[in-house]
């Protein structure tokens, strides 16, 4: 399939703002499992994750329609990613304000659920992304 510039000008920044959310989030996660403890700034890294993964999936959703181009699996996989996403900042926002100490340290097995699911409509979307251009 070819795309014309406005498809490809979306494709690119589409792209940019979903990899800002893995790596984002990514940082929030993994940095929460290393020091084993949620901290205001791991919740502002979920935060900018999710504000990503939000604007980039409206951005796929674009090109979606204006290519013709949907993906059943992805659509429903990355509805699930970004409502699971949405929960787990809500609930750490929550654990970090109310929550006792123990509930600090074990939160992280929580986060580390959370974004393995993430990953599966990020490496779905990567696998069309290639498919449609070989």
């Not at 599966?120 to 070989?134: E, K, V, W």
């Given at each position: 399939?070819?795309f ?21 989030y990514s940082i929030?996660?993994w940095?929460?499992?290393i020091q ?7 919740i502002?890294?979920f935060?900018?994750?999710?504000v990503?993964?939000a604007?980039g999936?409206?951005?796929?959703k674009n090109?979606a329609?204006?290519?013709g ?11 699930i ?6 929960v787990?900042?809500m609930?750490a926002i929550?654990?970090y304000v109310k929550g ?7 939160f ?17 979307g990567?696998?069309?992304?290639m498919?449609i251009?070989?």
């Amino acid at each position: 399939m070819d795309f014309n510039q406005v498809d490809i000008h979306y494709l690119i920044a589409a792209i940019c703002v979903i990899t800002g959310a893995l790596v984002f989030y990514s940082i929030g996660v993994w940095g929460e499992r290393i020091q084993k403890k949620l901290k205001f700034w791991h919740i502002s890294f979920f935060l900018l994750g999710l504000v990503c993964d939000a604007v980039g999936t409206g951005l796929m959703k674009n090109i979606a329609h204006m290519t013709g181009l949907h993906d059943e699996l992805h659509t429903v996989t990355g509805i699930i990613a970004i409502l699971l996403m949405f929960v787990h900042a809500m609930w750490a926002i929550w654990v970090y304000v109310k929550g006792s100490p123990k509930a600090k340290m074990h939160f992280n097995r929580f986060s580390i659920v959370v974004w393995c699911i993430w990953l599966i409509p990020y490496f779905i979307g990567m696998y069309l992304g290639m498919s449609i251009h070989h």
